[in-house]
């Protein structure tokens, strides 16, 4: 098997730095973690909040650290740092070759959608769960899955599931909509998500908006290359 991983991002209207920050790491013992955080407010600033949350979770992560040993760390960090008067999302998504499974760990408004295998229904997580960095005690909510052929994964902040508030397109629950209209959950989803949330919000993002899609895929085994591409707009 082989996973494919791609992400899309756009700072809301009028800013020219998103407040979200998205890291990959590749695991200690296998496999590879993707970070996402989205930083109180918008702009410079939350970027400077996400940047200092996602680097500190790429940190322990690379050392080894369990999932919910880093949320729960980088929780610490930031409350210290911050004085507990700044929050942040968090959101991990990992593939651990050493337990053969995926894991979604969340706190925050962040949502993570998994279609745990072939014909199977989409998990739409998006209860409430705390964010990182304002309460003395926090615990992530995190979910595991079987690694196996059909897995597949899409996460994104809350610029994309608020997407039409300001135009009064908004539904709730709209990107599992979008999604099982589209059917097959493929690369091409993190950039179609976020077009269709674009348009939603009338072409002029109403907040930062982060999407990443990730699908388990079969292999012939013969291709042993890791490939990583990005496109940056300076």
């Known amino acids: ?5 791609s992400a899309a991002k756009v700072p809301r209207w009028g800013h020219r730095e998103s407040g979200d920050t998205l890291e990959v790491i590749e695991r200690s013992r296998g496999g590879f973690s993707v970070v996402m955080a989205d930083g109180q407010g918008s702009g410079a600033s939350a970027k400077r909040i996400s940047n200092l949350v996602a680097k500190k979770a790429v940190s322990l992560l690379g050392e080894g650290t369990r999932d919910g040993a880093v949320a729960r760390a980088v929780h610490d960090y ?4 911050k004085d507990g008067k700044v929050l942040s999302t968090l959101t991990i998504i990992s593939v ?10 969340r706190n925050g408004n962040a949502v993570v959608v998994v279609i745990p295998g072939p014909g199977r229904e989409p998990d739409y997580l ?3 769960v705390e964010p990182i960095g304002v309460h003395n005690f926090m615990r992530p909510t995190i979910r595991e899955y079987r690694l196996q052929r059909g897995l597949a994964v ?9 997407a039409g508030r300001s135009s009064g397109s908004y539904s709730p629950r709209w990107p599992l909509a979008f999604l099982l209209r589209r059917g097959k959950i493929s690369t091409d989803l993190a950039e179609e998500l976020l ?8 072409g002029k993002p109403a907040d930062d908006m982060t999407v990443l ?6 292999d012939d085994g013969e291709d042993t290359v890791r490939r ?4 940056y707009p300076l």
């Open 1 to 5: 098997m082989k996973v494919r991983f």
């Open 195 to 202: 077009h269709e949330a674009v348009n939603r919000d009338g």
């Open 213 to 218: 899609s990730m699908v388990v895929e079969e």
């Open 154 to 162: 899409v996460a994104f902040t809350d610029g994309i599931s608020a």
């Open 78 to 81: 930031l409350h210290a740092v």
């Open 228 to 231: 990583l591409s990005l496109s």
């Open 96 to 105: 651990d070759l050493m337990t053969g499974t995926l894991l979604a760990s």
């Open 126 to 128: 998006d209860e409430r």
